[in-house]
């Protein structure tokens, strides 16, 4: 079964279109209801649910290869029109943590996260122009013809790697990145397993990854993914520690596996371990989750 209404100009347009006299008032007045009927049309028919889960998306490469961690860029396109079909809109990572998703109403929240600062997610050409093949480039093209979908994505980068091609373009990366709405947050500093190192190791990592989060434009709080999804021996550094004369501290973390997360309003959030699903379609990823949805398995987060 269908679950969307899509957002219909047609009868907008039709209604502008008509001749209106003055002798005529019952049609003036039609029209006026059918615009207001149309100005409140739901992105799906579904009820609203505050309660329900949130889809988190991990991905890493956009290029042939086997695993969930690689996606080709037709394949994401496809992604892409999946979520958008079923009624998915997309919010940032730091939005569902201060839970300020600016839904419009009926549709169904979908954080899209961008790990390790791959050279395949951001990636300029010779000209200096955006790599139409690279995840941001896809996704740019995509959001031109569907503007409720706007290039809103969470990237937790390396500040090493920052996509390639460092010395000509990273600064450059970074603004656009920025400017389109997306946001820069944190995957430590040279993604270790944070519970092979010392408490002070530990807060070294996640300390400077946020001072230079903070640098690059991204405004605090920074939310962390961690690597692997592995989290540290001792966890009380993610309640806040002092690093460099600053106060460091974390509106959330994220792990690299699990099911749907659950609402930014549930008590039973655990903001240090947020679960994100592999963008894949094999194995428990997101695709798997879709399916379950589909099937009314799980029920989603719904913009009232
Ligand atoms: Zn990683």
Same mark, same amino acid.
């Given at each position: 079964?269908?679950?969307?209404?899509?957002?219909?100009?047609?009868?907008?347009?039709?209604? %502008?279109?008509?001749?209106?006299?003055?002798?005529?008032?019952?049609?003036?007045?039609?029209?006026?209801?059918?615009?207001?009927?149309?100005?409140?049309?739901?992105?799906?028919?579904?009820?609203?649910?505050?309660?329900?889960?949130?889809?988190?998306?991990? &991905?890493?490469?956009?290029?042939?290869?086997?695993?969930?961690?690689?996606?080709?860029?037709?394949?994401?396109?496809?992604?892409?029109?999946? &979520?958008?079909?079923?009624?998915?809109?997309?919010?940032?990572?730091?939005?569902?943590?201060?839970?300020?998703?600016?839904?419009?109403?009926?549709?169904?929240?979908?954080?899209?996260?961008?790990?390790?600062?791959?050279?395949?997610?951001?990636?300029?050409?010779?000209?200096?122009?955006?790599?139409?093949? %690279?995840?941001?480039?896809?996704?740019?093209?995509?959001?031109?013809?569907?503007?409720?979908?706007?290039?809103?994505?969470?990237?937790?980068?390396?500040?090493?790697?920052?996509?390639?091609?460092?010395?000509? &373009?990273?600064?450059?990366?970074?603004?656009?990145?920025?400017?389109?709405?997306?946001?820069?947050?944190?995957?430590?500093?040279?993604?270790?397993?944070?519970?092979?190192?010392?408490?002070?190791?530990?807060?070294?990592?996640?300390?400077?990854?946020?001072?230079?989060?903070?640098?690059?434009?991204?405004?605090?709080?920074?939310?962390?993914?961690?690597?692997?999804?592995?989290?540290?021996?001792?966890?009380? %550094?993610?309640?806040?520690?002092?690093?460099?004369?600053?106060?460091?501290?974390?509106?959330?973390?994220?792990?690299?596996?699990?099911?749907?997360?659950?609402?930014?309003?549930?008590?039973?959030?655990?903001?240090?371990?947020?679960?994100?699903?592999?963008?894949?379609?094999?194995?428990?990823?997101?695709?798997?989750?879709?399916?379950?949805?589909?099937?009314?398995?799980?029920?989603?987060?719904?913009?009232?």
């Amino acid at each position: 079964m269908k679950l969307v209404i899509l957002l219909a100009t047609s009868l907008h347009s039709a209604g %502008c279109s008509m001749k209106v006299g003055h002798t005529d008032p019952p049609v003036a007045s039609a029209i006026a209801q059918s615009a207001s009927q149309e100005s409140e049309k739901r992105v799906t028919n579904q009820p609203g649910n505050t309660m329900g889960r949130v889809f988190i998306v991990m &991905y890493h490469h956009f290029k042939p290869g086997h695993g969930d961690l690689y996606r080709t860029p037709t394949q994401f396109r496809h992604d892409l029109e999946t &979520y958008y079909d079923m009624g998915f809109r997309p919010v940032l990572a730091s939005e569902y943590l201060a839970n300020k998703m600016p839904l419009p109403s009926g549709a169904m929240p979908i954080i899209l996260t961008f790990d390790d600062s791959n050279p395949t997610q951001v990636h300029f050409l010779a000209d200096g122009s955006l790599d139409p093949k %690279c995840a941001l480039g896809v996704w740019k093209d995509f959001a031109e013809t569907h503007p409720d979908f706007p290039v809103h994505g969470t990237f937790f980068v390396l500040p090493g790697e920052m996509w390639g091609q460092l010395h000509k &373009y990273r600064d450059k990366k970074i603004q656009l990145v920025l400017s389109m709405g997306s946001e820069i947050e944190s995957h430590t500093m040279t993604h270790p397993f944070l519970n092979r190192l010392t408490d002070a190791r530990v807060e070294r990592e996640l300390g400077d990854a946020n001072i230079t989060m903070e640098k690059f434009g991204q405004k605090p709080p920074i939310s962390l993914a961690l690597p692997y999804g592995v989290l540290p021996r001792h966890t009380q %550094c993610f309640y806040g520690f002092k690093w460099k004369g600053q106060k460091i501290h974390f509106s959330g973390v994220f792990l690299a596996a699990g099911p749907p997360a659950r609402s930014p309003i549930d008590p039973k959030i655990k903001r240090f371990r947020i679960p994100r699903m592999a963008g894949n379609w094999e194995g428990d990823a997101v695709g798997y989750w879709l399916k379950e949805l589909k099937k009314g398995k799980i029920k989603s987060y719904v913009q009232p």
